[in-house]
């Protein structure tokens, strides 16, 4: 089978009937790491819930494929059996749900009903996931995400990337609020990960957490589109001349472009 | 109409009913003559007879409680008072009549006898027709009979504590039980006796119109520990059925009972049941009570904290879906210094039905170091259903503590989002939070109980997402 390909084309969203996606167009193949990065409130976090499926987020125009198939005609449940992992920014708490048995029923969501997962099978690959991402093996018995300092949370969303598997994944902010040993952990679990099998959105408003994982291409996003593509060079500039660098030099072009 | 029938026994899965199986029943209605037969039927003494004459004098006294739930559907008229099932009492399943038998299989008694109870009471109807003890359980002092039985066998034992924890001036429907009472668990504990395996009963309504009124005694012995476990289910009739029970319990110096129910009745039963125990120095009495079923459920277990150290607990599950009232809650009342109670209520309301905590905790004169802690989580599943929290508390003392905290849920639209991102049907990540939020009270059961009780759940959530 030929790798994963997600293809986002001249998408338009809008939030509350607010247009913040503005014909963003990207395309993601298997083994390719690409970083999305851009100022607070460009539209990096609409685009990760939008690929998901989030009810809140209108698509109002363009399309999102995967392997071909359209991911909008798609609900969130489908499109996550069909391949697509988010890590969240803001990971939800399920009180009374272990963190085992939540991932072990998201394990055979995508396995046919009479097949599910072996306990032994299971048990081994989730500790071994957790070795990975330096999880103290009791993690897996407690309630989902709750209580959960925000390294945990996070290191709990690769945990999850690691056992389900997914053609793409997108990170959303995977790093923010973690201090330097924890986005080391959290991107050595996704550097395990990495596959031509896989395909990785990460997005980020720091150059940090690349510094540990490559990306092969770095995309800016200024004001719901692509303004800038180009190689791991691009994300070493935004980090020594940040963001107004862009405003001065692509803004004008972009808003004299025609529409 | 047969649409509604078949749409609420696809929702039941108990819903069945075996006819009529009865070897006696009594025509509609509560008269004196009623009473009477039900006592001559049963050879009980005239002390009884006399305490049950009493009781409906006061029944028909009481005015209906006008401060809970909707009861205008209930008509006193309409229901049968009695129905005696079999003519005697089975020690073995083979004992019970085939049809009866049967019925219970399909619940599962006998099987979950076999694998993990201590002893079986199984009523149907008005009276127990089936029951059985492990022998050594026997041996060792323990009683566990119905009620009926232990009036004939142990009379001064009965006698003596018979309306002490629940007198039929109590309430409307305590004193309905106390005059047409039948069946129901009596159970002794003798001192320091610890029963580690769970008492069974069952408590299964049979004939249309049935009112069922069983009477459980329980005595726990200074130092004895118990757990005992009540089920119950119902055929789904077009007209309504009324369970109205009494349950007095007594934990003497010492001792610890725990008191388990996962009721099921199906939608056409009215469930008023009055449950209260008394609890003595340094005694635990702990109630863990689920209310999936009925139509109507008005039931506040409640602990008299009497002794020193005394300590009540309430963990409480309440579903409401379609047409279903669960008014439920607890009553603490603190009578002693240094006194602990613990209430913990879940509801969850879905397609239009209602939920209502309905609390009190008391706090009398003198009781310095008591402490209280009430903890009501509702869950709400849509735009029909709602929720009431209503928390009473009498305080006479200040050298207290009090704590109160209510919280109400939906499912949120990031909860789910977040559970289908990974795969999970709307339905199962549904089910999931579901599943989550009663699981401080599922964990409290014992395991068998926890299964059924979650399949229970599962099933009552079926067809939850529109």
Same mark, same amino acid.
């Given at each position: 089978?030929?790798?994963?390909?997600?293809?986002?084309?001249?998408?338009?969203?809008?939030?509350?009937?607010?247009?913040?996606?503005?014909?963003?167009?990207?395309?993601?193949?298997?083994?390719?790491? &690409?970083?999305?990065?851009?100022?607070?409130?460009?539209?990096?976090?609409?685009?990760?819930?939008?690929?998901?499926?989030? %009810?809140?987020?209108?698509?109002?125009?363009?399309?999102?494929?995967?392997?071909?198939?359209?991911?909008?005609?798609?609900?969130?449940?489908?499109?996550?059996?069909?391949?697509?992992?988010?890590?969240?920014?803001?990971?939800?708490?399920?009180?009374?749900?272990?963190?085992?048995?939540?991932?072990?029923?998201?394990?055979?969501?995508?396995?046919?009903?009479?097949?599910?997962?072996?306990?032994?099978?299971?048990?081994?690959?989730?500790?071994?996931?957790?070795?990975?991402?330096?999880?103290? &093996?009791?993690?897996?018995?407690?309630?989902?995400?709750?209580?959960?300092?925000?390294?945990?949370?996070?290191?709990?969303?690769?945990?999850?990337?690691?056992?389900?598997? %997914?053609?793409?994944?997108?990170?959303?902010?995977?790093?923010?609020?973690?201090?330097?040993?924890?986005?080391?952990?959290?991107?050595?679990?996704?550097?395990?990960?990495?596959?031509?099998?896989?395909?990785?959105?990460?997005?980020? &408003?720091?150059?940090?957490?690349?510094?540990?994982?490559?990306?092969?291409?770095?995309?800016?996003?200024?004001?719901?589109?692509?303004?800038?593509?180009?190689?791991?060079?691009?994300?070493?500039?935004?980090?020594?001349?940040?963001?107004?660098?862009?405003?001065?030099?692509?803004?004008?072009?972009?808003?004299?472009?025609?529409? | 109409?047969?649409?509604?029938?078949?749409?609420?026994?696809?929702?039941?899965?108990?819903?069945?009913?075996?006819?009529?199986?009865?070897?006696?029943?009594?025509?509609?209605?509560?008269?004196?003559?009623?009473?009477?037969?039900?006592?001559?039927?049963?050879?009980?003494?005239?002390?009884?007879?006399?305490?049950?004459?009493?009781?409906?004098?006061?029944?028909?006294?009481?005015?209906?409680?006008?401060?809970?739930?909707?009861?205008?559907?209930?008509?006193?008229?309409?229901?049968?008072?009695?129905?005696?099932?079999?003519?005697?009492?089975?020690?073995?399943?083979?004992?019970?009549?085939?049809?009866?038998?049967?019925?219970?299989?399909?619940?599962?008694?006998?099987?979950?006898?076999?694998?993990?109870?201590?002893?079986?009471?199984?009523?149907?109807?008005?009276?127990?027709?089936?029951?059985?003890?492990?022998?050594?359980?026997?041996?060792?002092?323990?009683?566990?009979?119905?009620?009926?039985?232990?009036?004939?066998?142990?009379?001064?034992?009965?006698?003596?504590?018979?309306?002490?924890?629940?007198?039929?001036?109590?309430?409307?429907?305590?004193?309905?039980?106390?005059?047409?009472?039948?069946?129901?668990?009596?159970?002794?504990?003798?001192?320091?006796?610890?029963?580690?395996?769970?008492?069974?009963?069952?408590?299964?309504?049979?004939?249309?119109?049935?009112?069922?009124?069983?009477?459980?005694?329980?005595?726990?012995?200074?130092?004895?520990?118990?757990?005992?476990?009540?089920?119950?289910?119902?055929?789904?009739?077009?007209?309504?059925?009324?369970?109205?029970?009494?349950?007095?319990?007594?934990?003497?110096?010492?001792?610890?009972?725990?008191?388990?129910?996962?009721?099921?009745?199906?939608?056409?039963?009215?469930?008023?049941?009055?449950?209260?125990?008394?609890?003595?120095?340094?005694?635990?009495?702990?109630?863990?009570?689920?209310?999936?079923?009925?139509?109507?459920?008005?039931?506040?277990?409640?602990?008299?904290?009497?002794?020193?150290?005394?300590?009540?607990?309430?963990?409480?599950?309440?579903?409401?879906?379609?047409?279903?009232?669960?008014?439920?809650?607890?009553?603490?009342?603190?009578?002693?210094?240094?006194?602990?109670?613990?209430?913990?209520?879940?509801?969850?309301?879905?397609?239009?039905?209602?939920?209502?905590?309905?609390?009190?905790?008391?706090?009398?004169?003198?009781?310095?170091?008591?402490?209280?802690?009430?903890?009501?989580?509702?869950?709400?599943?849509?735009?029909?259903?709602?929720?009431?929290?209503?928390?009473?508390?009498?305080?006479?003392?200040?050298?207290?503590?009090?704590?109160?905290?209510?919280?109400?849920?939906?499912?949120?639209?990031?909860?789910?989002?977040?559970?289908?991102?990974?795969?999970?049907?709307?339905?199962?990540?549904?089910?999931?939070?579901?599943?989550?939020?009663?699981?401080?009270?599922?964990?409290?059961?014992?395991?068998?109980?926890?299964?059924?009780?979650?399949?229970?759940?599962?099933?009552?959530?079926?067809?939850?997402?529109?």
């Amino acid at each position: 089978m030929a790798g994963p390909e997600l293809a986002i084309d001249n998408l338009h969203v809008a939030v509350d009937g607010t247009p913040v996606l503005k014909g963003l167009t990207l395309s993601i193949r298997g083994g390719e790491v &690409h970083a999305v990065m851009g100022p607070n409130g460009t539209g990096k976090s609409t685009l990760a819930q939008t690929i998901m499926g989030h %009810p809140r987020y209108q698509v109002t125009g363009g399309s999102i494929t995967l392997d071909g198939q359209d991911l909008l005609a798609m609900k969130t449940d489908a499109r996550a059996r069909a391949g697509l992992f988010l890590a969240m920014q803001y990971p939800n708490e399920v009180s009374g749900v272990t963190t085992a048995n939540f991932l072990r029923t998201a394990l055979n969501a995508r396995r046919d009903a009479k097949d599910p997962v072996r306990l032994k099978e299971f048990r081994d690959e989730l500790d071994h996931a957790m070795d990975i991402l330096s999880i103290d &093996h009791g993690f897996a018995n407690r309630y989902l995400n709750e209580g959960f300092s925000g390294g945990e949370k996070k290191r709990n969303e690769i945990l999850q990337m690691l056992l389900l598997k %997914p053609r793409i994944a997108v990170l959303d902010e995977i790093d923010s609020g973690l201090d330097i040993d924890a986005v080391r952990i959290v991107a050595q679990g996704v550097d395990a990960s990495r596959s031509p099998e896989l395909g990785l959105l990460i997005i980020t &408003h720091y150059q940090r957490i690349l510094n540990y994982i490559k990306p092969d291409y770095v995309h800016i996003v200024y004001d719901g589109r692509v303004v800038k593509s180009g190689g791991p060079e691009l994300a070493e500039t935004l980090e020594s001349r940040g963001y107004e660098w862009i405003r001065e030099e692509l803004v004008p072009a972009v808003e004299g472009s025609p529409a | 109409m047969a649409t509604r029938q078949q749409l609420v026994s696809e929702e039941y899965e108990y819903g069945f009913n075996d006819g009529d199986v009865g070897v006696l029943k009594f025509q509609k209605g509560l008269t004196r003559q009623v009473v009477e037969e039900i006592s001559r039927i049963k050879q009980e003494p005239a002390w009884m007879l006399d305490f049950r004459l009493h009781a409906l004098d006061i029944f028909l006294k009481k005015p209906m409680p006008k401060w809970g739930a909707d009861l205008s559907a209930l008509d006193f008229e309409k229901i049968v008072y009695y129905v005696k099932p079999s003519d005697r009492q089975g020690k073995t399943w083979d004992e019970v009549p085939q049809q009866i038998k049967d019925t219970f299989e399909r619940l599962g008694i006998p099987e979950a006898e076999r694998k993990f109870l201590a002893g079986v009471s199984a009523q149907y109807d008005s009276e127990v027709v089936y029951h059985n003890i492990h022998k050594d359980l026997e041996e060792q002092g323990i009683i566990f009979t119905d009620t009926d039985t232990a009036l004939r066998e142990y009379p001064d034992l009965v006698r003596e504590y018979f309306g002490t924890v629940i007198p039929s001036e109590d309430n409307k429907f305590a004193a309905l039980n106390t005059a047409v009472w039948s069946g129901g668990s009596f159970v002794y504990l003798p001192k320091g006796v610890h029963c580690n395996i769970p008492l069974q009963a069952y408590f299964r309504i049979n004939s249309e119109n049935m009112g069922q009124f069983e009477r459980t005694l329980i005595i726990a012995d200074e130092g004895s520990f118990g757990h005992y476990v009540e089920g119950c289910t119902a055929p789904t009739y077009n007209s309504e059925s009324l369970h109205s029970a009494v349950v007095e319990i007594l934990v003497k110096e010492g001792a610890r009972m725990r008191y388990t129910t996962v009721q099921n009745w199906a939608s056409n039963v009215f469930n008023l049941v009055t449950k209260r125990a008394i609890a003595e120095k340094n005694a635990t009495m702990e109630w863990v009570d689920g209310n999936i079923g009925s139509k109507v459920t008005m039931k506040y277990p409640s602990v008299y904290l009497v002794g020193e150290g005394a300590r009540g607990m309430v963990l409480s599950i309440a579903v409401a879906g379609k047409g279903q009232h669960q008014d439920t809650g607890s009553k603490m009342y603190h009578y002693a210094p240094h006194t602990t109670s613990t209430i913990l209520s879940k509801s969850i309301s879905k397609h239009g039905g209602k939920t209502t905590y309905r609390g009190l905790v008391h706090m009398a004169k003198g009781v310095e170091g008591a402490k209280s802690n009430v903890k009501c989580d509702t869950l709400i599943l849509d735009e029909e259903s709602n929720s009431d929290t209503i928390p009473y508390t009498e305080v006479s003392d200040s050298r207290v503590e009090m704590e109160h905290e209510a919280t109400v849920t939906k499912v949120s639209e990031e909860q789910l989002f977040y559970l289908m991102s990974r795969g999970l049907s709307e339905e199962d990540a549904t089910r999931m939070v579901v599943m989550g939020f009663i699981e401080p009270f599922t964990r409290e059961l014992p395991m068998e109980f926890a299964v059924e009780m979650n399949r229970l759940i599962k099933f009552e959530m079926e067809g939850a997402i529109g």
